[in-house]
C-alpha cells in the first residue's frame, strides 16, 4: 500500500513516552525550525500548536482567510497589538471589537470575502457601521471605533492579509449625526464652593466614619480638588508617604490607574485591577502648598481613618488599598449637584473650577496654576480657564485712555516747529514713514 503523503505546510503525529505516561507528539517546520508539541491527546497537542502559531504569528495565510473579521480583530488585539498600547487603551479597543464589531455585519465577514468585495461595497459596510454607532453614543466613541478600524485593516494590509484595494473610504461624521452631544459643562464659582465646603464640614462623615453619608470618602475627594486642582488620577493615586501635614504640602509623584487583567488564551477579561504609574507628562511631577482647608481634608481624613495612615497606603480610601474609583465619585457628585441646585458637573470640571476661580479673579497668577495644574504650558492654562468678560475687555481699552492722555499733555507742551522726526534713527515702528 503506497504511503499516503503529507500536504505542504501539514506536521506529522508520533507517540513519546516520558515518565511512564503516553503522550502524543505533533511535529511541524516553521521558518524558524521544527517545532514539537505534547499532548494527553492530538487535541491537546493540536491547541497548543495554534496557540503557538497566534503568538508567533506562523499561521498560514489560507487559514487566515477562513477567519471572519471580529476574530481578525480579536487576534489583532491580543496577539500582535498587545505589547505596544497602554491597560486604559486595551480596555477601550477590547470594549469596541467586544460589543461592537462582535455579532455585526462587519464582524461576520470573513477576510476571504472582504479581499474579494470592491472598494465601495466595503466602504458602505464599514461606514454603516459607524453610523449605526453614531446612533446610540458620542462623537468621540465613532472616533474610537474608526481608530480601531482603520489600525486592524493597516496591520492586515502590511501583514497581506487583506488587499490593499479594499482600505474603506471613511464617511466623516460630525457632531449632527450622533444621538449623545457634547453637554456643555460650566464650573462652580467660589460661592459655590464655598457652599461645598461648609455642606461638607456639616455631614455625617466629617465627624463619624461609621456614618451611611451617602456622600462619604467621596464628599473629601471633592472639596481637596477643589483647593489643589490635582486630576483624579493623581488624587486617587496620592498615598501618605507624599504628604507632609507638617510643613503643609504634597509631591505628586505617581497616580493610580485602573484598567482590566485579561486571559491572552481565551482573549478575555478577567478582573479589574489598581495600579499606580508615572504622572501624566513629565511638568506633572510636582509639589503643591496646601490651602488651609485642603489641610483640614487630609487632617480629617487622618482622624477618622487612623489604621489607614502608613506610607504606602492610599489618602483617600476605606482601607487604604483600594482607592474610590472615578465611577463611584462621579455618580456621587451628580447627586451631590442635584441636593445642592449645582449645575451638574464632572469630577474634572472640580479641577477647572480651582483654576477659573484663581486665574479669572486675578490673572497674573496664571503662571502659577498652570505650574499648579502641572499644565506644560502657560498657554494651555489659559485657553481652558481663562474667560474674557465684557467688564475685562473694557478695563483693557480704558488703558488705552491714560495713554492717549498721557501722550495729549506731552504733545501739549512741545514746540512743533522744533520737532524733527528723523528715517534712520527712529526706532517706532509707528513713526518710520513720517516726513520731517
Not at 374 to 382: A, F, N, V
Request: proline fraction near 2%.
Amino acid at each position: 500500500m503506497e504511503k499516503q503523503r503529507r500536504a505542504n505546510g501539514e506536521g506529522s503525529w508520533s507517540r513519546k513516552n516520558i515518565n511512564g505516561y503516553e503522550y502524543f507528539v505533533y511535529s511541524k517546520s516553521y521558518s524558524t525550525g521544527r517545532h514539537q508539541f505534547y499532548g494527553s491527546t492530538k487535541k491537546d497537542a493540536l491547541d497548543k500548536c495554534k496557540k503557538y502559531e497566534l503568538e508567533k504569528r506562523e499561521i498560514i495565510s489560507k487559514d487566515i482567510q477562513k477567519l471572519d473579521f471580529y476574530t481578525y480583530s480579536s487576534m489583532w488585539l491580543f496577539n500582535w497589538k498587545s505589547e505596544k498600547i497602554k491597560s486604559k487603551t486595551k480596555d477601550s479597543y477590547y470594549i469596541c471589537i467586544e460589543t461592537k464589531i462582535k455579532n455585526s455585519k462587519l464582524g461576520n465577514l470573513q477576510i476571504s470575502y472582504i479581499n474579494k468585495m470592491s472598494n465601495e461595497i466595503f466602504s458602505d459596510i464599514v461606514n454603516k457601521f459607524l453610523f449605526d454607532i453614531a446612533a446610540k453614543y458620542s462623537l468621540s466613541y465613532v472616533t474610537l471605533a474608526k481608530n480601531v478600524l482603520y489600525q486592524i485593516i493597516s496591520y492586515g494590509i502590511t501583514k497581506k492579509d487583506i488587499v490593499p484595494t479594499a482600505f474603506p473610504i471613511f464617511a466623516t461624521i460630525t457632531e449632527d449625526n450622533v444621538k449623545s452631544k457634547i453637554k456643555k459643562q460650566t464650573v462652580l464659582n467660589y460661592k459655590q464652593i464655598e457652599i461645598l465646603w461648609e455642606t461638607y464640614k456639616s455631614c455625617d462623615n466629617y465627624t463619624n466614619k461609621d456614618s451611611n453619608s451617602a456622600y462619604g470618602i467621596c464628599y473629601s475627594v471633592y472639596v481637596f480638588i477643589c483647593y489643589t486642582g490635582l486630576r483624579y488620577g493623581e488624587v486617587s493615586g496620592l498615598k501618605w508617604k507624599n504628604v507632609n501635614i507638617e510643613k503643609g504640602y504634597i509631591n505628586i509623584v505617581e497616580q493610580s490607574v485602573f484598567h482590566y487583567d485579561y486571559d491572552n488564551d481565551k482573549r478575555q477579561r478577567v478582573k479589574k485591577v489598581v495600579e499606580n504609574g508615572s504622572p501624566k507628562s513629565k511638568t506633572s511631577i510636582r509639589t503643591i502648598p496646601l490651602h488651609k482647608r485642603a489641610l483640614e481634608v487630609l487632617l480629617n481624613m487622618e482622624k477618622i481613618y487612623p489604621q489607614n495612615v502608613k506610607a504606602n497606603n492610599f489618602v483617600f480610601s476605606y482601607n487604604g488599598k483600594d482607592p474610590v474609583t472615578n465611577g463611584v465619585l462621579n455618580y456621587q457628585l451628580k447627586l451631590l449637584c442635584k441636593t445642592l441646585n449645582f449645575p451638574e458637573i464632572s469630577v474634572h470640571k472640580l479641577r477647572s473650577s480651582f483654576a477659573s476661580v484663581i486665574i479669572n479673579e486675578d490673572s497674573e497668577k496664571a503662571l502659577s496654576v498652570s505650574k499648579l495644574l502641572g499644565h506644560s504650558s502657560i498657554d494651555i492654562t489659559l485657553k481652558k480657564y481663562y474667560k474674557i468678560s465684557d467688564e475685562k475687555s473694557r478695563k483693557a481699552i480704558s488703558i488705552l485712555d491714560k495713554i492717549g492722555n498721557s501722550a495729549s499733555n506731552n504733545i501739549e507742551n512741545v514746540n512743533s516747529d522744533k520737532v524733527k522726526i528723523s528715517y534712520s534713527t527712529s526706532t517706532n515702528p509707528f513713526l518710520r514713514g513720517l516726513k520731517k
